[in-house]
């Protein structure tokens, strides 16, 4: 069977303060400020995409920030933990930073014997891990906040929390191209390349309370596709589990198709084309406001309600 699904394209994620965000993201961790759109289903609020200098699929985490959202809590079918991947060298660089600019966190763990990992949350309690290897083959922002050295690569890990993993892991690995590489106690990884940027950790963890909507969670996880037409593939899969995925929406930088996976947690497949450049250049990404052609007429008024993006990069240098 041909292999429709390569790895991680994105996790978005609820916020409730677009400046703190901003500031936690892009200041503190240094991450490449993307994209600065609208929600597409709700333009009065700002999707903004955080990823490496490109943007590419498994580096971007987004968010939604609804000024004053009420928080949500951490639990059972949901995607609790997004883990960046660093150097095991940037230990030391890392627990200063986080030191620096106040942001708690646990002390270093170790995880399947080659892991070095440190738990933290976002102002809205967004739990986020540093997972420091020797793995990664990618590069950090050059221009960023943080020497390229220590920058963050993407992605290491997803996790999320099941009553049972057995169901979610015969999605993975029957419609969606994953197989098991690695288990240690409750926690079982799959994978659709064998690299950071693209491990599923599932959990089992049935102890837990239900994981609820709100800032401070995920939205949803997404997975990506080469194009519209392994997409078209992987929808047709999915349509024979009787997960009923949506039709083929156009997110304008990557089309995508939404599930929900039996644990509870909304999936979503994106291809990756057109990708970030479509509607700005490279070198230039995140630094205006982009509109859909839909939105294109409203962008007076829209641009009113969202007010302007701000931040002081000098200060997280
Ligand atoms: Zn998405």
Redesign the pocket.
């Known amino acids: 069977m041909e292999q429709l699904i390569r790895g991680i394209h ?1 996790v ?1 994620a609820i916020a409730a303060d677009t400046t703190k965000n901003l500031e936690f993201y892009a200041g503190i961790l240094g991450l490449r400020l993307v994209k600065q759109t609208v929600n597409f289903d709700a333009p009065e609020v700002y999707h903004l995409y955080y990823g490496d200098e490109a943007g590419q699929p498994g580096t971007i985490l ?1 968010f939604f920030p609804y000024g004053g959202l009420r928080n949500g809590r951490h639990g059972k079918g949901m995607l609790n933990t997004t883990a960046f991947s660093l150097p095991s060298a940037s230990v030391g660089y890392w627990t200063e930073r986080l030191k620096r600019f106040n942001v708690p966190f646990k002390p270093p763990a170790e995880r399947f014997g080659e892991e070095t990992v440190i738990y933290f949350e976002d102002a809205d309690g967004l739990g986020l891990e540093l997972v420091f290897s020797d793995k990664d083959q990618r590069k950090g922002w050059s221009y960023g906040p943080v020497p390229q050295e220590h920058a963050i690569r993407g992605f290491y890990n997803v996790e999320i929390w099941e009553e049972g993993y057995e169901r979610t892991a015969g999605l993975l690995t029957e419609q969606l191209d994953h197989r098991l590489i690695a288990e240690r106690s409750n926690r079982f990884r799959f994978a659709a390349a064998d690299s950071p940027g693209n491990y599923i950790d599932l959990v089992c963890a049935p102890d837990s309370l239900k994981g609820l909507a709100g800032s401070g969670t995920v939205h ?1 996880l ?1 997975f990506r596709t080469p194009d519209k037409d392994t997409q078209l593939q992987v929808r047709e899969r999915i349509v024979k589990r009787m997960l009923n995925p949506t039709p083929v929406l156009d ?1 304008n930088y990557f089309t ?1 198709i939404y599930f929900r996976e039996p644990g509870g947690v909304l999936f ?1 497949v ?1 291809t990756d084309v057109p990708g970030f450049a479509a509607d700005e250049p490279a070198d230039r990404l995140g630094e205006s406001l982009q509109l859909p052609s839909w939105f294109e007429k409203d962008r007076a008024e829209l641009e009113k309600k969202l007010g302007p993006l701000a931040y002081n990069m000098e200060h997280y240098k």
């Open positions: 994105h978005t987004t949803h997404a997110r995508s979503e994106a």
